[in-house]
């Protein structure tokens, strides 16, 4: 049977490829649903894998999905399988793509319209995983959500905020930033500590505008947004060294101790960080400073242990290389002296044949001379 939908004219997804020149693929489940109005009561798989399903029970205003960054107030009840209740918010805001909510719940409502209220069904993956959450979601449960979408309003621009909100829209993001840690989700965690910094900025790395707005906070409230911006460079730099990202955490804990050279977790970080790089020398020399301004420190001393250990190892292996190429290098002229007097025996011996030649020489020229005359 030929394909009905011939003929019917340009869909959306062929405007975003022929008119905005970006690539998309239309059999994607996550396309599929963004592009394309969901039927009524009917789940769809929006990853494509049955993890994370979603089903309209009631239809929102068509065109009012949120974009990325917009400020989402949502209601939500969850629940496991047995129907047991685990967590209810009325009046919830978040903004979505910052993972404030679990990932699934981040990734659906993007698919839903205000008004609109939908249940959506979060497998372990995207849930709460083999953690669980205290003191009421078991490990590796799947949750049933209803959601409600009440509104979707966009973020406020960063500039017009003042100090106050700063603080607190970036501290949320990095109390968030440290759930996620805590959980073993570095890269979740880096996420939201990166957007935490972007609330965070110290006045001297804003625009003039920024400044004119700012021209009326105290020095106490800049100096505590800065002290709120170290937090989050610290605990960035300990997301990234979870992921080994060690040039990029080292930077981080070299932002902190520009600002504050006794700051004793990034001067503990930026030994560890050398540490894992194999600077051994370096970095027992940073815990040291560590250790001076926080003696009692058990962590402190317990790396110290290890890189006196290294770096007595370090200093041995390289006496050894040092013995190794020494002793190469009187044995090349050991075998150099030797290969000397040997050519100056050949040499000797070469001489002596000479002489006797030319003698023999001589006297047989004597005698044929007499046998001749």
């Known amino acids: 049977m030929e394909d009905e939908s011939v003929g019917l004219g340009p869909t959306q997804t062929d405007y975003i490829k022929e008119d905005l020149n970006f690539d998309i693929d239309p059999n994607d489940p996550i396309t ?14 929006i990853l494509g894998n049955g993890q994370l399903k979603k089903k309209v029970i009631k239809e929102g205003k068509s065109g009012t999905r949120p974009n990325r960054s917009d400020i989402c107030t949502l209601r939500i009840i969850g629940k496991l399988k047995d129907g047991t209740m685990v967590e209810e918010y009325e009046d919830l805001k978040i903004q979505l ?7 699934g719940l981040d990734l659906a409502i993007a698919l839903m319209d205000v008004d609109e209220v939908a249940e959506i069904e979060v497998d ?25 979408l009440k509104s979707s309003e966009l973020e ?23 759930w996620w840690f805590t959980r073993n989700e570095p890269s979740l965690a880096i996420q939201c500590y990166r957007r935490a910094l972007e609330y965070l900025l110290p006045t001297e790395s804003r625009t003039p505008h920024q400044n004119d707005v700012e021209d009326t906070i105290t020095d106490a409230e800049l100096q505590a947004l800065l002290e709120d911006r170290m937090k989050v460079y610290n605990n960035l730099a300990a997301a990234q060294m979870k992921i080994q990202a060690y040039d990029a955490a080292l930077k981080n ?63 041995q292996h390289e006496k050894n290389l040092y013995r190794k190429m020494l002793g190469a290098h009187k044995n090349n002229i050991y075998l150099k002296n030797i290969k000397n007097e040997h050519k100056s025996k050949n040499s000797s011996k070469l001489v002596a044949w000479s002489l006797i030649g030319g003698a023999t020489a001589a006297v047989l020229g004597i005698v044929l001379y007499r046998f001749v005359s």
Do not use: M
């Open 124 to 148: 372990p993956r995207f849930a709460y995983g083999t953690l669980g959450k205290e003191p009421n979601i078991p490990p590796s449960a799947t949750i049933l959500y209803t959601v409600e």
């Open 156 to 178: 406020e621009e960063i500039e017009t905020l003042n100090v106050n909100q700063r603080k607190e829209i970036g501290n949320k993001k990095r109390e968030r930033g440290n």
């Open 253 to 315: 804990v070299e932002n902190v101790l520009s600002c504050q050279p006794q700051n004793v977790k990034a001067l503990f970080r930026k030994g560890k960080i050398l540490h894992y790089k194999g600077e051994h020398g370096l970095a027992y020399q940073t815990l040291l400073q560590a250790a001076k301004l926080e003696p009692e420190t058990k962590a402190i001393q317990a790396e110290l242990a290890i890189l006196k250990e290294k770096n007595v190892k370090d200093g």
């Open 32 to 45: 599929k649903a963004a592009l394309n109005e969901q039927p009524l009561a009917e789940w769809i798989d």
């Open 97 to 103: 793509g910052d993972v404030e909510v679990i990932q």
